[in-house]
């Protein structure tokens, strides 16, 4: 009885002694934040987790988004038997023992076993083999968890016998509920400010901010119980200056990022795109910015402008800040040295006023659809000519309602790809 209460006493007092982010570690699907994409409910993962069908799997992403905490969800809400191991400290001879007493377990009990693998692209290739006679058969349920790619670390064969759930970096909006829930239970207070700056530095990772929020709150009992903590104690967590601007702010900082990119001055654009980063600002803002630019101010000019600012907003998803300031800046410099050109937005400006305009838009009847039975004999599609048909690939016929027949909304400039138009459009309008 002595021993047990001991034991006890020592449990609890690890418990309070812990890190910040492992009391805090949720002990219910509903308490994880972010990955709404596969935890919201009726999502796959979620779905397959409460029914207790949960197949092999490998969770993808970067530290800090909850690979780990799910796992340990998982081992709540299965009734088969939860085994964890590292690859970073274990064998060949420990995946042989949990595979052993999972075979004995099932023969025994009828029991399966679950085995979370933390780090699985730490496994070597002949490791990983060890593991497949067992997934292959069902004896072993793998949850396997890596922040590499693993369709280049993981050997094929397992992958094949796995499903793959990607994690995404948490946003800033997640990571603030994170802070404020580690201030709860720290029984701290934080200005906005402080939040902000600290969500905006942890790179999406949720373990990162939680630290920072155990150091700032350490800073702030230093002056005062309880402790709140101030923009300054953020910065000293963090290690990092906040680089301030106000709603107001961001919004004259975004117009001068788009300015300086449409006035063809890349080292201005590269500039303010630092400040943005600097001082927080949500990445696919920035990227979503280039996007509209790309057509809005290029266009026809260079039309791989737009593939180029859509290739960066890709990688904001794909590979997170710090690594994607490295595409937006790609993007920036293309952008800005790009020939410039508004006529695409002015041709659909215009096209627009005319859609609104009364009176506009009955469709020709040569332009109607003409495939089921019955169009015939309403003259649709009667006088149409197949443009592939002409050895040119060109007709000269009308294509709009009379009403707006002879209006032109795009014009050519003269500036990069667009001057070329006059020997490649062969229906430009005269």
Excluded: C
């Excluded at 007493?101 to 099932?106: E, K, N």
């Excluded at 497949?132 to 069902?138: D, H, R, S």
């Excluded at 795109?273 to 266009?299: H, K, Y």
């Amino acid at each position: 009885m002595a021993d047990d209460l001991f034991a006890a006493a020592a449990d609890a007092s690890l418990a309070r002694r812990s890190p910040l982010a492992a009391r805090l570690r949720p002990q219910h699907l509903d308490d994880i934040v972010g990955q709404p994409h596969l935890l919201a409910p009726g999502r796959p993962l979620r779905t397959l987790i409460e029914a207790d069908r949960l197949s092999s799997v490998i969770f993808w992403g970067p530290p800090g988004t909850g690979k780990t905490t799910l796992a340990r969800l998982i081992a709540n809400q299965t009734e088969k038997v939860f085994e964890e191991l590292s690859a970073v400290t274990a064998s060949v001879k420990d995946v042989r023992e949990v595979i052993a007493q999972a075979r004995h377990r099932l023969g025994e009990r009828g029991v399966g076993t679950i085995l979370f693998l933390d780090e699985v692209h730490r496994f070597n290739k002949s490791q990983q083999d060890t593991l497949l006679p067992a997934v292959e058969e069902g004896l072993l349920v793998l949850v396997g968890a890596t922040t590499e790619n693993p369709h280049f670390e993981v050997n094929p064969p397992l992958m094949s016998r796995s499903t793959l759930f990607r994690l995404n970096p948490l946003s800033s909006a997640d990571i603030s509920v994170l802070i404020r829930r580690g201030l709860e239970e720290e029984g701290a207070t934080a200005d906005d400010e402080a939040v902000e700056h600290m969500a905006a530095r942890s790179g999406g990772d949720g373990r990162h901010a939680l630290t920072s929020t155990e150091v700032a709150v350490a800073l702030a009992a230093r002056r005062e119980s309880p402790p709140h903590i101030t923009l300054a104690d953020a910065e000293g967590a963090v290690d990092s200056k906040a680089v301030r601007y106000g709603r107001d702010g961001h919004f004259d900082v975004a117009s001068a990022f788009i300015k300086s990119i449409r006035g063809s001055d890349a080292d201005a654009g590269l500039y303010w795109l630092a400040r943005m980063l600097e001082a927080g600002e949500d990445a696919r803002f920035i990227a979503r910015r280039l996007v509209i630019l790309a057509s809005e101010d290029i266009g026809m000019a260079d039309p791989f402008s737009l593939l180029i600012a859509d290739a960066a907003a890709r990688a904001v998803e794909f590979v997170g800040l710090p690594e994607a300031q490295l595409n937006l800046a790609q993007a920036v410099v293309h952008l800005a040295t790009a020939p410039k050109s508004n006529r695409v937005t002015r041709a659909i400006s215009a096209a627009r006023d005319d859609a609104r305009a009364a009176g506009a838009g009955e469709v020709p009847a040569h332009l109607r659809d003409a495939h089921y039975r019955a169009a015939a004999g309403l003259g649709h599609g009667a006088g149409y000519v197949y443009p592939h048909d002409l050895p040119d690939g060109w007709a000269d016929q009308s294509y709009r309602p009379d009403e707006v027949e002879g209006h032109t909304y795009y014009v050519p400039s003269p500036h990069g790809a667009e001057a070329d138009l006059d020997q490649n459009w062969p229906g430009r309008p005269t």
